[in-house]
């Protein structure tokens, strides 16, 4: 029952069409407050949503992305039911039967627009990630596996599981201190996979550094992306193997101006990144030790974004990266000036150094390998994600450009690491080239 879909099959079609007869009866039943009414009910219908958009596309820029035009149809329709729902119970001497339809009905259409919000988006993909989402345990992490000469860095082809081998790994959450670049950041979680957990353990796996979305917090990987389900899968199917994955804050502690994965005069993101973390996992977990090839940054939407720009300025940290719907470089709602001015004290050029697609025009990159995936209905992010491709292919650098069915969503989000996490572990050293 838990793992019933919420975004195809039976729940949301029921969901849907429980919405769809809420709001024909209530038009029907609505008959008898007037032509009038109706139509001030309309004109408030209208005026909601056109404020929803004023405050989503042009005011706050939420989700930095157009929101599918068929959530202000259904916004729309949802605000003329709850207008009917309670035109009706207004009405002097309505019978309880007919108040208690009148809130069914109103619960029925609010159900159906969250749906939908839910379908487009993915967030919440089963009802067990809605009602009991995974969640980092709060025990300490575990000791790392004991190194030694005759033990190298874990790999399918070198790695014999123990007969004990847990089934599954385990998300611990952490404390990563910023020793060298002082950026503020709330706890991380981390995925360490069977092999870890395992007595003994693997020694020296390979690390994925995972970046969530703007809204977003490193939770999203875990509820909407499934990381633990993912990554778990693919251990099952590689003697329990799979790269240890963190998932930092990428927020600077819920700044309201967002690092942008570079060093700039609001926080030296960059150098959190790139140099405190992988110093922190290599000490505290003994991952990532064999060298860069060893690590691997990804990220969707502004996660994207910064994955390239962490590749492109730190290939020595990520010579590899996964790039899932991202920016063709870092923005603000403001516009551009108001990013160089608060991130750059308004210095164009200062911002160039470390954008990345400016960097793949001034230099060669023939170490880096990368993959560029957008969803071929995200009619704002995929072109954008197309000229991030060019920029890095010009550039030397080993580059796919991949187009998955969907818009900005976790359909897309969460299959574009799904798909490559062959690819990635290949990279890595887990698997054979």
């Known amino acids: 029952m838990m793992e019933l879909s919420l975004i195809d099959g039976i729940l949301p079609a029921l969901a849907l069409a429980l919405g769809a007869a809420a709001l024909l009866w209530l038009g029907i039943a609505g008959r008898r407050l007037g032509l009038p009414r109706i139509l ?36 729309a329709l949802a605000v003329l039911g709850i207008q009917l729902a ?14 208690i339809a009148g809130v069914a009905a109103a619960f029925a259409i609010l159900l159906a627009l969250a749906c939908t919000v839910n379908l487009a988006y993915a967030q919440y993909p089963t009802l067990r990630s809605l009602l009991d989402p995974p969640s980092a345990t709060h025990d300490p992490l575990p000791r790392p596996a004991e190194t030694g000469a005759s033990r190298p860095a874990a790999s399918e082809r070198d ?17 990563i201190p910023a020793a060298a670049s002082g950026y503020a950041s709330h706890p991380a979680l981390i995925y360490l996979p069977p092999a870890y957990l395992a007595d003994p353990g693997a020694v020296s796996l390979p690390v994925l550094v995972l970046i969530h979305g703007q809204p977003g917090s490193p939770n999203d990987w875990l509820v909407s992306g499934r990381i633990a389900e993912l990554m778990d899968g693919f251990a099952a ?37 790139a140099r405190d973390l992988p110093a922190w996992v290599q000490q505290h977990l003994g991952a990532g030790t064999a060298g860069a090839r060893q690590w ?10 910064c994955a390239v720009q962490l590749a492109a300025n730190h290939p020595d940290a990520y010579p590899t990266f996964l790039d899932i719907a991202g920016e063709n470089q870092p923005t603000d709602a403001d516009g551009q ?11 164009q050029a200062a911002f160039a150094e470390q954008n990345a697609v400016d960097r793949f025009r001034r230099m060669s990159f023939p170490e880096l390998a990368g993959i560029v995936v957008v969803g071929r209905e995200d009619k704002v992010y995929a072109p954008e994600g197309r000229q991030v491709y060019e920029a890095a292919r010009a550039a030397g650098a080993d ?25 990635l572990c290949r990279r890595l050293g887990i698997l054979d080239p």
Do not use: K
């Open 40 to 75: 001030v009910y309309l004109l408030v219908a209208a005026a909601c949503t056109a404020l929803v958009y004023v405050l989503a596309e042009l005011i706050f820029h939420w989700w930095n992305a157009s929101l599918p035009r068929t959530l202000y149809l259904y916004t």
């Open 296 to 305: 691997a940054v990804a990220g969707y939407s502004f996660g994207g974004t």
């Open 399 to 423: 580059v796919q450009f991949q187009e998955l069915p969907g818009g900005h969503s976790w359909q897309v989000w969460r299959a574009g690491l799904e798909n490559n996490l062959d690819w």
């Open 337 to 347: 000036q108001a990013l160089l001015d608060t991130y750059f004290d308004g210095d």
């Open 86 to 99: 309670a035109g009706l119970l207004a009405v002097p001497g309505t019978r309880w039967s007919r108040r």
């Open 159 to 175: 790695w014999s599981p123990p007969s004990d081998l847990p089934g599954e790994g385990r998300i611990y959450r952490a404390e």
């Open 237 to 273: 199917r590689h003697a329990g193997l799979a790269p240890i994955v963190v998932m930092p804050d990428a927020s600077n502690d819920s700044n309201p101006d967002w690092p942008l994965c570079l060093d700039t005069t609001v926080s030296d993101s960059a150098t959190y990144l």
